[in-house]
């Protein structure tokens, strides 16, 4: 696979200006003079030529909405048209995207999954089997370790789809590991730094509450006062974490560092905090409520096959809450648990790069160089505001 066309060059040691316009290799665009910026309609009153529509008269155009009238469609090669988008059009090229490349993103994260998950279920069963041994704990710690290893590849190859599915172009898994493959030692450096940085703030927060229970037989009124320092560290803790959202698509797409992409995403979501927050947050709770109420059913049956089983084996059916179930419960709930994984990460993946693709069409006129990546001709600058 080779480099999307419109993102900045993989050899450039900074990212592209927050004021910078099309790159140099695109021809700028006309001066808007009488012409509308969005649309390219004539001033009302004024005539003068129209780029691609021929000759105007000097005498007043007719207003949008006249017949024969209308704004021009802006150009849509693959699942999102190439302007700035509204949310309901970032969630409908998310799922767009992954009905399109179905075998693609849906057996990436069904793979990913079916290994986390069964790596899990192993070590679950094996407790239940021998609840006295350390070998599970030690399993299921590594299972803990590696889904999120998983999910960081998972999401890197992801996001190397969409930016193929924006174009309309097609993309197979391998393509998308090879594209994805150079940059997933800095993709997991990020996601660690990130983390970090959301958990240090939290934890200073928290610093005065711990340090309060160390001391002991406290009023309860201080140790009220200091609970409540952590609100504002979880707020300074939400407001960084959205400012750095959309640094793992600046990372992969744009072949940056992991420092250059934190800026990055800081620079781009200046001005939109509130935007990108909302959409994140709606499409999280929808991921949350779809995994439910696939699980569900699969609890349920879980649940079921578990009781029967302690049963029969004359064990109270509460009797280990909590605790590793039979088998049966186990690869039961393990099922579910890949399906909803499966249908709901690249959902997610595909939702924060097109936050990070609109964020750019609006700041930096993308819309035209991908336009014009996907050969189709321009007739005006940028659309983004």
Do not use: C
Request: avoid cysteine; charge should be neutral; aromatic fraction near 6%.
């Amino acid at each position: 696979m080779t480099d999307t066309p419109g993102w900045a060059s993989p050899s450039s040691p900074e990212p592209p200006r927050e004021d910078a316009g099309p790159s140099a290799a695109v021809p700028p665009a006309p001066a808007p003079g009488p012409y509308d910026a969005a649309y390219g309609q004539p001033a009302p009153g004024q005539g003068g030529p129209h780029p691609g529509w021929g000759q105007q008269t000097g005498a007043p155009q007719p207003g949008w909405g006249q017949p024969g009238w209308g704004p021009p469609l802006s150009p849509k090669p693959g699942v999102i048209p190439l302007r700035p988008l509204g949310v309901g059009e970032i969630l409908d090229g998310a799922f767009s995207t992954v009905r399109t490349y179905w075998r693609t993103t849906v057996g990436l994260s069904l793979g990913v999954a079916a290994l986390e998950q069964g790596l899990l279920a192993v070590a679950q069963w094996w407790q239940y089997e021998q609840p006295d041994a350390v070998g599970p704990l030690v399993l299921l710690a590594f299972g803990y370790l590696l889904g999120p290893l998983l999910g960081i590849v998972a999401t890197a190859m992801l996001t190397m789809v969409v930016s193929k599915a924006i174009l309309g172009q097609p993309v197979s898994l391998g393509a998308a590991w090879a594209a994805a493959r150079p940059q997933l030692l800095k993709a997991t450096g990020l996601s660690l730094l990130t983390g970090l940085i959301v958990l240090l703030i939290v934890m200073v927060s928290a610093l005065p509450l711990i340090l309060t229970a160390v001391v002991g037989d406290v009023d309860p009124g201080i140790m009220l006062l200091t609970g409540l320092l952590i609100l504002p560290g979880l707020a300074a803790a939400l407001w960084v974490g959205v400012q750095l959202s959309l640094a793992a698509p600046a990372l992969m797409l744009e072949k940056q560092g992991v420092f250059t992409a934190l800026s990055r995403s800081r620079r781009l979501v200046k001005g939109a905090w509130w935007r990108t927050f909302l959409v994140t947050a709606l499409i999280q709770l929808l991921a949350v409520v779809f995994s439910a109420v696939v699980m569900i059913p699969f609890t349920i049956a879980g649940a079921v096959f578990g009781i029967d089983t302690m049963s029969d084996n004359g064990d109270s059916p509460f009797a280990n809450l909590g605790a590793a179930g039979p088998p049966a419960m186990i690869v039961i709930v393990s099922i579910g648990a890949i399906l909803a994984s499966s249908l709901t990460v690249p959902v997610l993946a595909a939702v924060n790069v097109l936050l990070y693709v609109d964020r750019r069409i609006r700041r930096e006129g993308l819309d035209i160089e991908l336009t014009r990546a996907a050969g189709i001709p321009t007739q005006h600058g940028p659309q983004g505001t």
